[in-house]
């Protein structure tokens, strides 16, 4: 009787402690690695910082920050070609792409976006001399420089015989137009604007006409990985009550969020 009594409690301690073992394993793992793919040429989005390998900007910052609101170890940035991020999106290479990337319908048929983070629109900028390009309508005809795979690119070729040319940087785009290879860069506003007031006395650009459109930036997930874009956007909100938004916003544009 005695032995069945000890044998009986210890079968209950053994499957307790089991239990125990199993609730523990049941629990959420620490995530590891979010991988982040960007084209970082776009300042105040994302950019090289000065004399370092690593990668700045509003855009880098607010994954960094919302990598770290949904529980991951490490936040990984990989520098790559604007119109090579949804290519990496839907081969698993990259888990989001952040890149000051506009929500289009277009893109929306191959990737899901987070709920807007930004708003922004494009603008026209000539050489600082120019005085016959004022608005769109003057761009008829004329030689544009663009970022390849962008907004801006679509919005060129709408214009009536533009000559367009396709750069793989705004950075890139800008170049030719100091060069006075082109006639006009039409590039996001935002970016077009840190790039004129970084250039100070030495500027060579500005930008002329009303702003062409108006759009928001989203953060793009793989289309079957539709719990990633839930998480991003709980982040997101919670990154947005918690005031981190508005101070990284206020700190890369001096303004508080439109
Ligand atoms: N907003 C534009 C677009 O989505 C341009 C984005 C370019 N971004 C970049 N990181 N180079 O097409």
Request: net charge positive; aromatic share 8%.
């Amino acid at each position: 009787m005695k032995k069945f009594v000890l044998f009986v409690v210890s079968v209950l301690l053994v499957s307790l402690c089991l239990g125990c073992g199993s609730t523990k394993k049941e629990a959420a793992p620490a995530k590891k690695e979010l991988i982040v793919g960007t084209e970082p040429a776009f300042a105040p989005f994302e950019f090289q910082k000065a004399g370092s390998s690593e990668f700045t900007g509003f855009d880098i910052e607010l994954i960094q920050a919302m990598a770290k609101k949904m529980g991951y170890e490490k936040c990984t940035i990989r520098n790559m070609g604007f119109d090579a991020l949804i290519p990496a999106l839907e081969a698993k290479n990259i888990d989001v792409a952040i890149a000051g990337m506009t929500i289009t319908e277009d893109r929306k048929k191959k990737v899901n976006f987070s709920k807007p983070y930004y708003k922004s629109g494009l603008s026209i900028v000539v050489d600082k001399n120019n005085t016959t390009i004022k608005d769109v309508k003057d761009l008829v005809g004329k030689k544009i420089a663009v970022q390849i795979g962008t907004t801006g690119a679509i919005e060129a070729a709408k214009i009536k015989d533009a000559v367009i040319t396709s750069f793989n940087t705004n950075n890139e785009a800008c170049l030719e137009l100091k060069n006075k290879a082109v006639d006009a860069v039409i590039g996001d506003k935002p970016v077009e604007e840190y790039f004129l007031q970084q250039s100070g006395k030495n500027v060579y650009a500005k930008i002329v006409g009303k702003t062409l459109t108006s759009e928001d930036y989203g953060i793009a997930t793989a289309k079957k990985n539709a719990a990633l874009a839930k998480e991003l956007d709980k982040a997101l909100e919670a990154l947005q009550k918690d005031g981190t938004y508005d101070t990284l916003y206020k700190k890369w544009f001096g303004t508080t969020a439109k």
